[in-house]
């Protein structure tokens, strides 16, 4: 058992993962239900249907009713929906293309580059992000790609600390010694020596990331930071819940975007779980449950 | 023991002025800030901006008015509120004592669930203790903890009518200690849950990674039962690890507190802060930045106090 698991490719391990391909799955399914069944079903997110009246409860036209102003909800749950994807993933890559060099030059650079950056991910990371997240949000204003931008730039100190440890374990190591000694400048070593060794933790993190990303984006547009009506976000949609005639009596108001969210950030979780066994083949987690 | 902590020491400092900096820069950035809200219609001319500004010290380069706030702070001077004219300091005052017994009850709850079901879980893989784990985990990450909040007033106020969803005194002053504790339940449960998940998580492989090593063999081969074994040298071995955890995730409980104090009205500084965004009181968003970044390197510290005496290699290594 322990042999046949190293000589497959890591896809082959991921897809064997039943929990892993059923997060995978229902993520892939959230984003083109996101971008494609409005335009199937001709939903609109910013129509008020004014026949439908406003607070209208589920029914065959509207199947999550109507919000304060007679806009369709389902429609609005896409939209939401397609905001807060698009914020997690994209903030995700972000905090990666920012984290992963920076943890490249201070752990094999080291000295002032070390310092420097480990310093900053230090005071990154002592702060609690949705403080920092907040004050910069109010700042430079509360639109999807500023707030892609904040959660981005701010997310990068983990990545780049895992990119740090283990590239300080490799830099050590004979091959890149040897790269030295045929003449390779740093850039190449980096890209071809180094990068290729110490980026398999990155994978993970990735997903987990933007599950983070994805619940901070919610609590800041939920709170009246984040992303504002008349643009939906799946965080504004549970604010009308803040209205505790909403919270009682019309659940269905609320209840769908927060199980949107479980459920988003769970998969990315799973996947991140996942993408872990398939990639290091010595850290199986089921074998770790003996 | 004392070179070790004032090593420690000498490290918190920088990152100390590293985040008043960073925050400080943010707000300024902000051009205009307060004086914006003399807009268009209130009547204000330039020249009262320009006065206004004058009387704040606005119109200082900005390394300099960073410095002179500075000052201010090494003597306890927070600078007044730009809302209400109060001091800064005695408005955070106020509100310490609330945040520290929410955010301390909702820590030492989640610990005190986290380190006994940790073990119990690493102890009995694959049990109902060990699937209550999982469980939990799940919760803790993936459940926004708005959205608890949201969930806990549901259930338990409005639906069982058993606990008061909003601020901390039903008369709005205090009113016996049985009061207090009922309007504490929900939002310290929150802050409880969304951090219990990881403590957990972490209490349970920490345990599971201790128990492969040699002395566990040792010590069930002179006959201990699995409990002792379990309980006086996994659990002893995987502390260290579950320090880390609760170390690193101090930040996070933070964080998660302030939103929490938002949703239910708890009197404490995360609301203090959100009034404070949102009115643009930057003196008093730097106040309470002062203080959460104070807490966190406070907290470090005494974590790190608590290494020292757990682990003598911590003490005496190099570093």
Request: glycine letters at 10%.
């Amino acid at each position: 058992m322990g042999e046949t698991r190293l000589d497959r490719s890591p896809w082959a391990r991921f897809r064997v993962d039943r929990r892993a391909m059923a997060c995978l799955i229902v993520l892939c399914l959230e984003v083109l239900a996101v971008l494609l069944l409005p335009l199937v079903l001709d939903l609109e997110p910013n129509v008020s249907d004014l026949e439908a009246g406003f607070w209208a409860p589920p029914s065959a036209e509207h199947l999550l009713g109507t919000d304060d102003v007679g806009r369709d909800l389902l429609a609005r749950l896409f939209s939401g929906g397609r905001v807060s994807l698009f914020i997690g993933l994209t903030s995700a890559a972000i905090s990666a293309a920012v984290g992963v060099p920076l943890g490249l030059l201070a752990g094999y650079r080291r000295g002032a580059w070390e310092f420097w950056i480990m310093r900053l991910a230090d005071i990154f990371q002592t702060f609690p992000s949705i403080v920092l997240v907040l004050c910069l949000v109010t700042v430079v204003g509360p639109s999807a790609s500023n707030i892609v931008l904040v959660l981005g730039l701010l997310g990068w100190t983990g990545i780049a600390r895992l990119v740090y440890g283990n590239t300080l374990a490799v830099r050590e190591r004979e091959y890149v010694l040897a790269a030295k000694a045929l003449g390779a400048r740093t850039g190449t070593i980096l890209r071809r020596n180094v990068l290729p060794n110490v980026v398999s933790p990155v994978w993970c993190s990735i997903p987990l990331r933007a599950g983070r990303a994805i619940l901070s984006e919610s609590s800041l547009s939920f709170l009246g930071f984040g992303i504002r009506t008349p643009q939906a976000s799946w965080g504004n949609m549970i604010q009308y819940a803040s209205n505790l005639t909403v919270l009682t009596t019309r659940p269905w108001v609320w209840v769908p975007p927060g199980l949107c969210i479980i459920l988003t950030v769970l998969c990315l979780a799973g996947i991140g779980d996942g993408l872990r066994d398939a990639l290091d083949p010595r850290f199986d987690s089921r074998r770790s449950r003996p | 023991m004392g070179r070790y902590l004032r090593r420690r020491l000498l490290t918190a400092i920088p990152v100390f002025f590293g985040i008043t900096i960073l925050v400080f820069c943010m707000l300024n950035l902000a051009q205009g800030s307060i004086l914006d809200l003399m807009g268009e219609g209130s009547g204000a001319t330039d020249a009262d901006r320009a006065a206004l500004a004058a009387s704040l010290g606005l119109d200082l380069p900005l390394p300099q008015r960073y410095l002179m706030w500075l000052g201010d702070l090494l003597r306890g001077d927070l600078g007044v509120s730009y809302a209400n004219g109060k001091p800064v300091a005695g408005l955070i005052a106020q509100r310490v004592g609330p945040s520290l017994l929410l955010t301390g009850t909702g820590v030492v709850l989640a610990v005190a669930i986290a380190l006994p079901l940790g073990v119990l879980a690493a102890w009995k893989p694959r049990s109902g203790w060990d699937k209550a784990a999982s469980a939990l985990s799940l919760i803790s990450f993936g459940v926004p903890g708005f959205f608890l909040c949201l969930a806990g007033i549901f259930l338990f106020s409005v639906t069982l009518g058993w606990l008061p969803a909003n601020g901390m005194y039903a008369a709005g002053r205090f009113s016996g200690v049985a009061d207090l504790i009922r309007h504490l339940i929900l939002p310290a449960g929150v802050v409880c849950l969304s951090s219990v998940g990881e403590l957990v998580k972490q209490t349970r492989a920490a345990c599971l990674e201790a128990l492969g090593e040699d002395y566990i063999r040792t010590a069930r081969a002179k006959g201990l039962t699995d409990g002792a074994v379990m309980v006086r040298h996994a659990f002893r071995g995987a502390l260290i690890p579950v320090l880390t955890t609760i170390l690193s995730h101090i930040p996070h409980i933070l964080g998660g507190s302030v939103v929490v104090e938002q949703i239910f009205g708890w009197p404490g500084m995360g609301s203090l802060l959100f009034s404070g965004i949102s009115g643009r009181d930057y003196t008093v968003v730097m106040g309470v930045t002062v203080v959460i970044a104070l807490t966190v390197l406070l907290t470090n510290l005494l974590l790190d106090l608590v290494y020292g005496l757990a682990d003598p290699r911590v003490r005496y290594g190099k570093e």
